[in-house]
């Protein structure tokens, strides 16, 4: 991918032969975007399946529009409460233009980004176009909101493609509707759109097809150069995981390693980060032995690995890996959203059989109950996984970039049409920045694996009722006794902390939860150093809310991660001589982070 050049060059005013040669280098570049989105479906490299989401938008749309259509009285009470808003408009305008000061019909929230700029309240124009928005799309959002005898599922989804419409349409993600954008469309003589219709073409072909939106400058940044450099080895590999044995930096250890689990959905190295913000590396240095999975980045040949195999040659085979290395029987284990609700399965598989081989667990913003799963419960129903099984089919796996599309489309605002206004409308390219460089790299995942997942989980919620079955054995919950340590996270749109919270009544042991500030990835990924952020205690969890549980919750500036070192210390403090890594019975493969997390899919 080539580099986008976002230095400005000193502005000596509107030329128009400037002008009209960088808007000829745009249409140039767009139309290689359109030519690698037309290459990719001509080759079949990557089949088109809107037609079926499109087909299960308008389901969902259609039956809030028959509660509506269906009796006149209502359709008239519609379109008089739309135009009321409107009239309510067009006199703010006319009063304005008179030279008053009005209030306006309606404003944007606080914390709306869109709109920051000053023009859209200083120009009129600009300001109708924005109150007109907002007004649709409130009615919009009260048109599916007030619509009756809808159920939950389809009330949600409604509510879900509402709101990518008119996130998709908003007047600031269009050049002539926004601004600040047209501001610098004059003030470059166009430049921005032909350095944004130039990231566009490349975004495309490097999604061979598919919009790649670009939200990191990737040159900079390389896993084993400066991001995952946790002195360590590989000592185990299988078809789905290699396992990495982290190098000790103190002098003695804990007795008891650790083994964490992260999610197969995308890579490990969100735990190993640059060292400033690496979980691996501080916890190296707290005189923990670390291991962890780096799972495979899988393609069709391993369509068939199931949710099972992902248990016996993940978890169970680390473990007994992990013995061979130190001699210990038994770890503490943790596992990272999904892998978590595998480590979670391989727990109540353990308790069933009665093998003692872990001595605590935590979960990082894991689900193990999927009653208030939140906003992907959206994707969970018959019709739509049955429909991904059979796209599914034919290549084995699911594309790391539509799991990874599916995320984004949760905080459309934030983590696609800010990007889009960013690269493709004002030609910036965004600056490198790790956390979003792992973000783009996306894993692919096994369709069987998925299947069981999507439907034992989301759709069914087998694993808190007690009939998941894995390897012929049913799985329960409640004969996990050992200490567990549930950590959620306040802003959480992937795993909600009333969904976290709600699982801890599921254990059949101790269960400290905890609440962190921030989301999904910032709640988790909180060195103690960059003191940010806060987290929240409370023992009191049985038949609790969150809003209860916070009313008698204490809350702690900064880091959880101490807090859960103290937790961990206290269920066994007993230390060792540290241990090298390759002194015990599996000699290094290779050096970490390995091999399997550099595959790119």
Not at 165 to 179: E, I, L
Not at 495 to 523: D, M, Q, T
Not at 555 to 562: A, D, I, L, Y
């Amino acid at each position: 991918m080539s580099e986008v050049s976002t230095d400005t060059k000193p502005k000596t005013g509107f030329d128009s032969d400037t002008f009209a040669m960088n808007l000829a280098n745009a249409m140039q570049n767009g139309g290689r975007a359109l030519a690698a989105y037309l290459k990719a479906r001509e080759h079949d490299q990557t089949p088109d399946n809107s037609p079926t989401e499109f087909a299960e938008l308008i389901k969902t749309v259609s039956t809030v529009c028959e509660y509506w259509l269906s009796d006149q009285t209502r359709a008239v009470e519609l379109q008089a409460k739309l135009g009321a808003s409107y009239m309510e408009l067009w006199g703010y305008a006319a009063r304005r233009l008179a030279g008053e000061e009005v209030r306006p019909a309606i404003e944007p929230e606080p914390r709306d980004k869109r709109f920051a700029d000053p023009e859209w309240r200083s120009n009129l124009i600009f300001d109708f176009l924005m109150q007109a928005y907002l007004l649709t799309t409130k009615w919009t959002n009260e048109l599916v909101r007030d619509a009756q005898d809808l159920d939950p599922h389809t009330r949600k989804k409604a509510e879900f493609y509402v709101t990518q419409f008119t996130n998709a349409v908003a007047p600031s993600n269009f050049v002539m509707t926004n601004p600040e954008v047209l501001r610098e469309t004059f003030a470059s003589n166009a430049d921005n759109l032909a350095r944004g219709m130039k990231m566009l073409a490349e975004d495309i072909e490097a999604g061979r097809g598919a919009l790649r939106i670009r939200q990191s400058d990737s040159a900079g940044l390389a896993v084993g150069v400066n991001l995952a450099t946790t002195p360590g080895k590989v000592i185990y590999q299988n078809e789905l995981m290699q396992l990495i044995q982290y190098s000790p930096s103190t002098e003695n250890v804990l007795r008891t390693p650790l083994l964490i689990v992260p999610p197969w959905i995308n890579k490990f190295y969100i735990l190993d980060l640059k060292p400033e913000k690496s979980y691996i590396k501080w916890c190296v240095d707290q005189g923990i032995t670390v291991f962890v999975i780096s799972w495979v980045n899988p393609d069709g040949r391993l369509g068939e690995k199931t949710f099972e195999d992902y248990m016996k040659e993940g978890p169970l085979a680390a473990m007994d890996a992990i013995e061979k290395a130190t001699g210990e029987t038994k770890v503490h284990t943790a596992g990272y959203c999904v892998g978590g609700t595998l480590l979670a399965a391989t727990l109540a598989w353990l308790a069933n059989k009665r093998r003692p081989r872990v001595r605590s667990v935590t979960f990082f913003a894991a689900q193990v109950d999927f009653t208030h799963a939140g906003d992907l419960l959206i994707f969970a129903d018959e019709d739509q996984i049955s429909a991904l099984e059979r796209d599914m089919k034919r290549s084995g796996v699911l594309e790391g970039s539509k799991m990874a599309m599916t995320f984004n489309m949760l905080r459309s605002n934030d983590l696609i049409w800010s990007y889009v206004v960013s690269n493709y409308l004002k030609g910036k390219a965004p600056p490198a920045f790790d956390l979003l460089h792992w973000n783009s790299d996306a894993t692919r995942m096994p369709a069987a694996n998925h299947s069981f997942y999507l439907r034992n989980c989301y759709l069914e919620n087998r694993l808190s009722t007690g009939s998941m079955v894995l390897d012929n054995t049913l799985l329960d919950l409640s004969k996990v006794k050992v200490p567990v340590y549930n950590l959620a996270t306040r802003d959480d749109h992937i795993a909600p902390a009333e969904s976290v919270l709600y699982g801890s009544r599921f254990f059949g042991g101790p269960v400290r939860f905890v609440l962190s500030g921030s989301g999904h990835i910032a709640g988790v990924i909180n060195p103690p150093a960059r003191g940010k952020y806060q987290y929240w205690t409370n023992d009191k969890l049985r038949n609790k809310t969150l809003a209860q549980w916070l009313k008698g919750a204490e809350e702690h500036k900064g880091s959880w991660w101490p807090d859960w070192l103290a937790w961990l210390r206290n269920i066994d403090g007993k230390e060792i001589a540290a241990r090298e890594v390759g002194a015990g019975a599996l000699p290094p493969i290779e050096d970490a982070p390995g091999s399997y997390v550099r595959v790119r899919s």
